[in-house]
């Protein structure tokens, strides 16, 4: 066995800058009139603890009316997520994913089975951690991807990140004993500075565990027009502790043939 691949899943393993994204857009202009764009979420997200888009929506609503001098009382999670929830899953989120309506059905899939079995094929266990909700997140890895029960930990499973509680908790599965000396390394790739952070809060906890952080930037802002925007988001997750910066997810097979 050659180590450990982590993977986070939105923005790594599926496009979500028309479904997850587009959510808090349309979720925050439901409640506030002011729909935020892509860069005002990038900027939000790069702040390192907005990792659940229902407190992302919340957030970006709460600033908005505080800029405009507004006293509107912000809206409960409560509110926001079941109204966030009809924009991306468009039906019950624990019913049938074929009767789903909403963003969902506009993800494109940034990797495949075959990018999964390759890692495999090397030697590298893998396991994801994502703040998507379970069925989200079950929909793809498994539905989409065909993956079978791989070890995931979803939102609900554990604190939110950059708390590493649920990437350590996934780890030591995967691991089959406590972390630390004689367990290969754990790598984590998400597209987040929260991503990164979690790493980074791992590392205080579990001193004697090596551990890596890749990050790639998001799939919206690899756009021609967007090449600035993306290298700004770069360096930023850089400054935050990413050990490595890979151009897309499918560049982490040439990695991993590299790494001993």
């Not at 989120?93 to 909403?102: R, V």
């Not at 609900?156 to 004993?177: V, W």
């Not at 790639?216 to 700004?232: E, F, I, T, W």
Request: hydrophobic share 40%.
């Amino acid at each position: 066995m050659k180590g450990f691949l982590l993977f986070d899943i939105d923005g790594v393993i599926r496009d979500v800058s028309s479904s997850y994204r587009l959510a808090i857009q349309e979720t925050v202009n439901h409640f506030s009139e002011w729909r935020p764009t892509l860069e005002n979420i990038d900027d939000l997200k790069a702040e390192g603890c907005w990792n659940n888009d229902w407190k992302a929506s919340q957030e970006l609503i709460e600033r908005y009316q505080k800029q405009q001098g507004f006293s509107n009382p912000t809206p409960s999670l409560k509110e926001i997520e079941r109204i966030f929830s009809n924009f991306y899953f468009g039906g019950d989120p624990n019913g049938d994913a074929q009767k789903w309506q909403g963003f969902i059905k506009n993800e494109p899939l940034l990797v495949d089975k075959n990018f999964f079995k390759a890692l495999v094929q090397q030697g590298y266990l893998l396991g994801f951690v994502s703040g998507a909700e379970p069925p989200s997140a079950r929909f793809v890895l498994e539905n989409r991807l065909g993956l079978v029960n791989p070890p995931l930990i979803a939102m609900g499973d554990a604190p939110d990140k950059p708390d590493p509680t649920g990437l350590i908790q996934i780890a030591k599965q995967l691991a089959g004993k406590p972390l630390g000396l004689g367990v290969p390394t754990i790598a984590y790739l998400g597209d987040t500075v929260a991503d990164v952070l979690t790493i980074q809060e791992a590392q205080k906890q579990q001193p004697l565990q090596n551990f890596l952080s890749l990050a790639v930037a998001p799939p919206h802002l690899h756009k021609n027009q967007h090449r600035v925007a993306r290298l700004n988001y770069e360096n930023s997750l850089r400054k935050s502790g990413a050990d490595i910066i890979l151009k897309h997810t499918n560049d982490l097979l040439k990695l991993t043939r590299k790494l001993k």
